[in-house]
């Protein structure tokens, strides 16, 4: 079973930028497909970006590509999540997931960690 447990979150001002973790533990850890997903007060949750662990390939959600950057560490089994030009409209819990399915799809992940706030500043 895999564990994810979110790191990063905080107080930020537009403009400024922020790096979101995910370490993750656990068998086939680096079979797995990590996305982040984030979701604002009184909205559904939003797929925000996810990396293949077997050859490093990446995708965004629109809202945030050019933006947001994903990466992998594989000798530290974690995900970061580079944000930068944060906007106020980037508030929200930010999760990261696991999947199996290279998709953007919230109900193709299996394993959820708890989520870290993100609040951006006018």
């Known amino acids: 079973q895999v564990q994810l447990v979110e790191s990063g979150g905080g107080l930020v001002q537009a403009g400024d930028s922020l790096r979101l973790s995910c370490a993750a533990s656990?068998?086939?850890?680096?079979?797995?497909?990590i996305g982040w997903f984030r979701q604002a007060p009184a909205k559904e949750r939003e797929f925000v970006a996810a990396?293949?662990?077997?050859?490093?390939?990446?995708r965004y959600g629109d809202s945030v590509r050019g933006r947001f950057t994903i990466s992998k560490d594989y000798a530290e089994n974690t995900v970061h999540l580079q944000m930068n030009s944060l906007k106020p409209e980037d508030t929200a819990v930010y999760y990261c997931?696991?999947?199996?399915?290279?998709?953007?799809?919230?109900?193709?992940?299996?394993?959820w960690g708890r989520g870290t706030q993100v609040t951006v500043s006018s």
């Open positions: 990396v293949r662990s077997f050859d490093g390939g990446t």
């Open positions: 997931a696991g999947s199996w399915k290279w998709t953007t799809l919230e109900v193709d992940y299996e394993i």
């Open positions: 656990g068998r086939d850890v680096n079979t797995y497909i």
